[in-house]
């Protein structure tokens, strides 16, 4: 499984951004997916994962009300709509692919190669 992350950039506190993870590779849409970040000097943290059905998402408290993941699987795309960004989310987003529900603290066993997100005050 192959996963091409985009759509970081800098934006200001209190605005938006959707990340978007494509995934190619056989049998893709059968996979779970997720978001992590790393922020500089710290360790990478899960952000959100959604079921490979969609049916099911679950997010870290730090961001619960603000972001939102979504799933297209007829694209096999994930999608991170971040609302309400505050200097605290600057990192670098990752997406996360996982055979295993719910998705390990550690991640899955494919990533993308990161998206950076900066928000300035």
């Known amino acids: 499984v192959q996963l091409q992350a985009s759509g970081g950039g800098l934006v200001q506190a209190g605005g938006s951004q959707r990340l978007s993870c494509a995934a190619s590779?056989?049998?893709?849409?059968?996979?779970?997916m997720g978001w992590f970040r790393q922020a500089p000097g710290l360790e990478r943290e899960f952000v959100a994962a959604?079921?490979?059905?969609?049916?099911?998402?679950y997010y870290a408290d730090s961001v619960k009300g603000r972001f939102t993941i979504s799933g297209d699987n007829a694209k096999n795309t994930v999608y991170l709509q971040m609302n309400s960004l505050n200097p605290e989310d600057t990192a670098v987003y990752y997406c996360t692919a996982s055979i295993i529900w719910p998705i390990p603290l550690q991640g899955g066993g494919y990533w993308g190669q990161g998206t950076q997100v900066t928000v300035s005050s």
């Open positions: 959604i079921s490979w059905r969609g049916d099911s998402t």
């Open positions: 590779g056989r049998t893709v849409v059968s996979y779970n």
